[in-house]
Every structure is written in C-alpha cells, then in structure tokens.
C-alpha cells in the first residue's frame, strides 16, 4: 500500500523555509501537497486529464498475476498477498499518473501545514465510509497509524520514524506531530497512510496471514477466490468516493479478476488463448517475437507501445553484502566486466534498452560528470571515506564492442582482483579470506532469467570463478530474500522524482540486518546514512537534487550492484472488447480508467475462435 517510490513529496510549492523558533508557524489549509511546483490541479478541477467522466461502467477486466498467494493481509511480512488487494483499503490521499510530485485528497479533504513543517493535520471527509456503511473517523486514523507502526510490514516503522504521534482532535480530523530537523516529506507520507478499521482489527491478529475478506473502503471488495490461484473483485456500487475528482472516470469495470500462471512465458499463451484481456510485456524477447500470432493479425488483439516519462531507477544484479566474499570492493568492480550489456542487448534483448548508469536513471536527479561545488560540500568532509572516483570520475559501466569478446575487459578485472588479493591458481580464483575457490550463485524465480544469466556466467568461468543458477518458486524466493539467503539476484531499485524516507529502507545501516527491508544489499555505511539524511531534510528543490547526486556517486563507486538494463518505453498488448481515454499520462497506462465496450466484446466472441487457430 504504500505508494512511495511511484511519487513522494510536500506540498509545497506552498511551503516556505523554517521559520525561527521564537516566531509563531503560519498554518496554510490546501486540498493537495506537492513538492515541485503548484498542483497540477486546481481545487475545482472536476477529473483527471487522462481519464473520460462519461466512461459507462459495467462488464469485466480479467488480468494475470505470477505465482501464488496466501494472504489478504498485504501490511506485514507474512505472507504472500493477492494481487489487487490494495484496491480495498483507501489512503488519506491519492496521487495521480500525470502529476508526480503531488497528492490530492481521498479520505481527507484538506491538510493543514506550518511553515515549519513541526506537524500536519488531516480533515477527513465526513462521506468516506467502510463497505459496511458505517462512517471512517480519526480513531480508525490513529489506530492505523499505531497498528502499522508496531506490528505492520518493517518498511512503516522506517516511513514513520520521525513521526511522534497520531493525535484525535476531533471526529473528523486528525494531528500528526514530527520529531528531528524539518522534514518537508513528513506530510505526504502521512498522507499515504492506509486507513484501516479499528473495529474489525482490533479484535483480530494483525500479524497473521488470513484469507478471510477484510472490511475495506475502496472500489472493490472480494467477490470469490480460488487460494492460490485465482481471485476476483467486484466494483462496490455505493462506494463513498465514485464522485470524487481523482476518481470520476475510473474504476469502471463491474468486476476484476486475476488468474494467477507459474511464469511469464505461461502468462504469454494463456494470454493468446483469450484466458485474460490485458498484458504489459516486460521481456524484450517476447516482445520481439511472441506477438506475430492470428489474433494480432486480425486485428482482435492491439499491439502498442510509447515513451514513458518515468524515473526508472536502477535494475542490476545485486550483490549480498552479508556474505563475507562480497565485502570486497575489488571483487564488486571487478566482477561487472563479466556483464556484456552490449552483447545481450544486441543478442537477447533486440536492442530494446538502455543501460542504467544511475540509481536515478531518466531523471534530473541523476549525476552527471564530476561534482559540483554544491555537491563537493556535502562530500568533502568524508573524502577520506570515499573511493578517490567520486571526486575524479563520472562513473561509467564497463562498455564492450557487442562481439561477444571481452577479453580486454577480463583483463581489466583480472588486474582489480590481483591488486584486490585475490589469486588465480589453477585457473580457479581463490578467495584471499578462506583460500578457497570462489563459486557465486544467482537466484532467479523466472526460467527467461536463466538465459540472461548465463552468459556472465560463463564469462566468470574465464575469470575462474564458478557460478550457477538456483531457480525457485515465487514463495520460496520471496523468503529466501527476505531472510538474506542468496548470492547474488536479480533486482530493482525503483525511484520517485522526490526521493525521501524509503532511501534508508534502501540503502541505511539500521535496514540493512532486519527482514524483509528494501536493502537486500546489506549497505552498512555512515557516509551514506548521512547523505540519507541530507536527501530527508533537504530545505528546497534544489537541495534536494544536489544531496541526491552527492547520495548517487557513493552508491555508484560503491559497485554494490552490475547495472543491467532498463526499457525507455512502455509495451502492452490487450484484446479489443474496451473503450479507453485518449490520452495515456506521462506515467504510464491506468487500466481503471478503461471501460467494457459491450459492442466490442460482442464482435470479439464472434471472431476470436477463428483467430485463435
């Protein structure tokens, strides 16, 4: 449920800098919050751009999902929750597609915030109401906040950190007060807090896995589900919110159901068969060649893709620095020259991507060439600290010529470990620390993974060092990194274009040894905790950019990761039985904003048979 790293921020085009402490905090009440800038949005704006208010309602939308699940329960760690789910518990605030840095108001209708930034106050919308019809108040506020703090999922003690206390004043309105420096994030992640029932709760074990239909307050509640393998929603006729801006024009569907498949490649046919209606591709093979098939040839199937405005973060296999092989930063920059990106790219992938050379790819927040003056100040005082490239370098992943030869890259890594300790000997590569030969294992869920893994595998082979693939299933894989167990994997590290808090869920010392926290690398470093905290309580946006370069370079030139790929555009394919809105928002596609065509779908059950052989 918690939405961070899609978009977090404040408010704030409406907040000005802390005011001293003597002076009185000017208290401003707005109906949305937004760091860059001015809401898109004004206060009378009626729906969103990409969404059609006219959009009929009725019919269903049947989507896939990969694995299994457990749970529907998705606030703690146990467990493996439905997909969907989130679409029955509602937030204080929502954000939007179009408009990043912003939240506008879902179970609140207006905020208040001091210039200080010391607390924020939600007035809850006296319409929000539980699928049980009785009202949403600020006792279910407070006890979701205290619930989720001290049993929920570890990421909200981390978000909440700052966070004193929820206080009541009122039926309708609820006080969160801040400790620490002032931190202009505080009041939007407060706003993405999930407002849960304290009546149904309190009586329940909150950190228990349960398949029993929760009370919610969204657009959907479950209808029926098959554990495990397949679960539908249907759209809450009398839901509180349908009339809302954020809401006119989405959530249209009668019911929502997801069919659950063993992988991605089982995903593709049972999607050419009709099983399900929608699918966004993420294989730049299937891509390539999974969509010449009869439907798509007819024309019952529509094939599209486009350029997407998101940040996409850093996909890269991810190295757990709880073992103790993987404590050497020689080995770490050595083993990246193993990664042939222009080869699988050309090879695998259909030159379909780009290579990631940030943790803030396709952002202004990204580094770029060498520190600046800005920047320097905040890195000068740990340069001692810090590997001399940060000061001298851009950093740049190893680049071969896409031949399938590296062997001047082998080289070079051959030199970094021979200066690192490392020793080759018998053309095995023996660790310094337990004389031992190295052996690496990658851990993937998907069989497609193997054959991108394959290849560095046997390039580590000419280095002497011994890997393999260890494939499992969704949930065994899902505790085995949520316990630390693994090597290396495959990983994401998804950014906003207003990072905050969840930077110390992913690379702060404090995550870095508790389950199931967002640092799977197992970053322990005082230079990057305090460059977190310069990302936390930057004062402006121009702070922020310069503490977030600054963060990035140390990450970079810590090679904790072999930066992969990352696709600049969006690839999705669905049978014709939908209307849609013209408009697709910079973001990407928001499928509630579809609606059943009844005329479509008609046309397609008479067609599809023939199609389909």
Do not use: C
Request: hydrophobic share 40%.
């Amino acid at each position: 449920m918690i939405r961070k790293p899609l978009l977090i921020a404040v408010a704030l085009g409406l907040l000005t800098a802390p005011l001293p402490a003597i002076a009185e905090s000017h208290v401003k009440t707005v109906f949305a919050l937004s760091l860059i800038g001015a809401p898109k949005y004004g206060p009378d704006f009626t729906h969103l751009d990409y969404a059609s208010p006219d959009a009929p309602r009725g019919g269903n939308l049947k989507l896939a999902a990969t694995g299994t699940f457990d749970t529907l329960n998705p606030f703690v760690i146990k467990g493996v929750s439905a997909a969907g789910i989130s679409l029955m518990f509602e937030a204080l605030m929502t954000q939007t597609f179009d408009d990043p840095s912003t939240e506008y108001g879902l179970i609140a209708e207006s905020v208040e915030v001091p210039d200080d930034n010391s607390w924020v106050a939600f007035n809850l919308n006296p319409r929000a109401k539980w699928h049980d019809g009785t009202t949403i108040t600020a006792d279910d506020v407070v006890f979701s906040f205290d619930i989720l703090k001290s049993k929920g999922a570890p990421q909200y003690r981390f978000y909440y950190a700052n966070v004193s206390k929820a206080e009541k004043l009122g039926d309708h309105k609820v006080k969160f007060h801040f400790t620490g420096p002032p931190n202009r994030e505080l009041p939007q992640i407060m706003g993405q807090l999930p407002v849960l029932p304290e009546a149904y709760f309190k009586d329940r074990n909150f950190e228990a896995t349960t398949l029993e239909t929760p009370l919610g307050s969204g657009p959907y509640r479950v209808l029926r589900m098959e554990a495990g393998r397949s679960i539908t929603y249907e759209r809450v006729k009398d839901y509180w919110g349908a009339d809302l801006p954020v809401n006119n024009g989405r959530n249209n569907f009668d019911t929502l159901t997801y069919e659950y498949y063993r992988d991605r490649d089982v995903q593709l046919e049972a999607f050419k068969a009709w099983e399900f209606d929608y699918w966004s591709e993420n294989s730049a093979k299937r891509w390539a060649t999974g969509y010449d098939f009869p439907a798509v040839k007819k024309g019952l199937v529509t094939v599209e893709e486009f350029v997407h405005g998101r940040p996409t973060g850093l996909q890269g296999f991810a190295f757990n620095l709880r073992k103790k092989k993987f404590q050497s930063r020689a080995l770490r920059e050595a083993l990246a020259y193993a990664y042939d990106f222009e080869w699988s790219n050309k090879t695998l992938f259909y030159n379909q991507y780009a290579r990631p050379k940030s943790y803030f790819q396709n952002s202004v927040l990204a580094s770029r060439g060498l520190p600046s003056k800005e920047e320097l100040v905040l890195l000068e005082p740990f340069r001692d600290q810090l590997p001399p490239e940060v000061f001298t370098k851009e950093y740049m992943p190893p680049v071969t010529e896409g031949k399938g030869g590296i062997r001047k890259n082998l080289r070079t890594a051959l030199k970094i470990l021979k200066k690192g300790g490392w020793v080759l000997k018998d053309k095995k590569l023996i660790d310094p620390e337990t004389g031992k030969p190295l052996e690496i294992e990658f851990m993937a869920i998907q069989q497609s993974s193997v054959r991108i893994i394959q290849p560095i595998i046997q390039n580590l082979k000419r280095l002497g060092i011994e890997g393999r693939v260890r494939l499992v299933d969704v949930a065994q894989y899902q505790n085995r990194v949520r316990d630390y167990q693994f090597d290396v994997i495959t990983s994401v590290f998804p950014q906003s274009e207003s990072p905050g808090n969840e930077q110390r869920e992913f690379w702060g010392s404090a995550a870095a040894d508790r389950p199931g926290s967002r640092n799977v690398i197992g970053i322990k470093d005082p230079v990057v905790d305090a460059l977190i905290d310069q990302v936390i309580f930057a004062t402006d946006r121009d702070t922020l950019i310069t503490a977030t370069r600054a963060l990035d370079r140390v990450l970079l030139w810590g090679h904790y990761v072999i930066p992969q790929l990352y696709a600049p555009k969006d690839r999705f394919a669905f049978w014709n039985k939908f209307g849609r809105p013209d408009k697709i928002a910079r973001y990407g596609v928001d499928i509630l904003t579809w609606w059943y065509d009844p005329e479509k779908a008609a046309k397609l059950e008479q067609n599809a048979g023939k199609a389909k052989n």
